[in-house]
């Protein structure tokens, strides 16, 4: 009797373990899973940094043409531009700096 029951409890030992390590397994791979899901977003918001940064250099040449060119409506115009496109820069730098700090504690 004494020996089925550490029987028994051998056998329930061992699923124990082996639901614990499937259960460590999984964990794992949703970790990982959710770090290349971080660093794909962080590499995508630095492609778009890039750009915003070539946008805004773009718009700030045209800017610098129509003030030689005394052209006072297209610098108003341009200039309200190169202020949404900044924001979007500043927005984009913030949630970059997150994403990157999340990266790094993991």
Not at 22 to 42: C, F, S
Not at 44 to 53: D, G, M, R, S, T
Not at 86 to 94: E, P, V
Request: charged share 35%.
């Amino acid at each position: 009797d004494a020996g089925v029951r550490a029987m028994s409890l051998q056998i329930a030992e061992r699923k124990l373990a082996q639901q614990t390590r499937r259960e460590d397994t999984k964990a794992r791979r949703k970790q990982t899973n959710e770090t290349k899901k971080l660093k794909r977003r962080v590499e995508a918001l630095e492609k778009q940094i890039h750009a915003l940064e070539d946008v805004l250099k773009a718009l700030n040449d045209d800017i610098s043409a129509a003030s030689a060119a005394g052209d006072m409506d297209r610098i108003t115009t341009l200039g309200a531009d190169y202020a949404t496109q900044n924001t979007q820069l500043q927005s984009t730098y913030a949630e970059w700096e997150q994403l990157s700090a999340e990266l790094e504690n993991d």
